[in-house]
Nanobody, 122 residues
Framework: VQLQASGGGLVQAGGSLRLSCSTS????????VGWFRQAPGKEREFVAR????????YYADSVKGRFTISRDRSKNMVYLQMNSLKFEDTAVYYC????????????????WGQGTLVTVSS
């Protein structure tokens, strides 16, 4: 399984970015694809995930109402639309895939892509 994240960049606070994650190698019918992030000097944290089959989203409280996760099964793509970006959203963002959701946290994720850097200037 391969995942490729893209779409990061530099944006001013209040701006928007859309991250993309391409997936290949297998499908995740009973699983999910999620976004995580890691800021400098901090631990990796969960951002959002979407179930592959039903498209059910789930968000961290810190991004709820500002970020939207979606998936396009026909293209094997997952997107993270990020609006009203804040300085504290600055991080390397990773997409990851889970074969199944048991814990609904990072323990479920079997495959990880490389990160894409999002920098929000204040």
């Amino acid at each position: 399984v391969q995942l490729q994240a893209s779409g990061g960049g530099l944006v001013q606070a209040g701006g928007s970015l859309r991250l993309s994650c391409s997936t290949s190698g297998r499908t995740f019918t009973n699983g999910a694809v999620g976004w995580f992030r890691q800021a400098p000097g901090k631990e990796r944290e969960f951002v959002a995930r979407v179930t592959w089959n039903m498209g059910t989203p789930y968000y961290a409280d810190s991004v709820k109402g500002r970020f939207t996760i979606s998936r396009d099964r026909s293209k094997n793509m997952v997107y993270l639309q990020m609006n009203s970006l804040k300085f504290e959203d600055t991080a390397v963002y990773y997409c990851a895939a889970a074969r199944t959701l048991r814990y609904d946290d990072s323990r479920d994720y079997n495959w990880w892509g490389q990160g894409t850097l999002v920098t929000v200037s204040s």
